[in-house]
Nanobody
């Protein structure tokens, strides 16, 4: 079982920045650790469906972003430290949501955008952006 932990959420004013982290503190079933897992960030605003934010391939060479965050958010990962990050700049009130990291063991090196692509999820971290 993959255990994911998000951190870095908080409250900021519009235009501000936050950096979310997702760690996998326990060893996964794969002998290659988190480097064998495609990973992504999703968010869920009150009363709305969980939506895709950003994704990164196993090796980190391929990334994908939702149109709403392109140019403002940057996803990255450190496979040695078993961590994934989401740098969020120029935050807007509409970015307010609970943010979740997700992971799935993959043989390919693609960034995966669908919720159904992931079987492992963190508990979420709250981001609030005030105007």
């Amino acid at each position: 079982q993959v255990h994911l932990e998000e951190s870095g959420g908080g409250s900021v004013q519009a235009g501000g920045s936050l950096r979310l982290s997702c760690s996998a503190p326990t060893r996964t079933a794969s002998s290659y650790s988190m480097a064998a897992y495609a990973m992504g960030w999703f968010r869920e605003a009150p009363g709305q469906e969980r939506e895709f934010v950003a994704a990164i391939s196993r090796g980190g060479g391929n990334t994908a972003y939702a149109d709403s965050v392109k140019g403002r958010f940057t996803i990255s990962r450190d496979n040695v430290m078993n961590r994934m990050y989401l740098q969020m700049n120029s935050l807007k009130p509409e970015d307010t949501a609970d943010y979740y990291c997700a992971a799935e063991l993959r043989l390919d090196d693609f960034a995966h955008l669908e919720r159904s692509d992931y079987g492992h999820w963190g508990q979420g971290t709250q981001v609030t952006v005030s105007s």
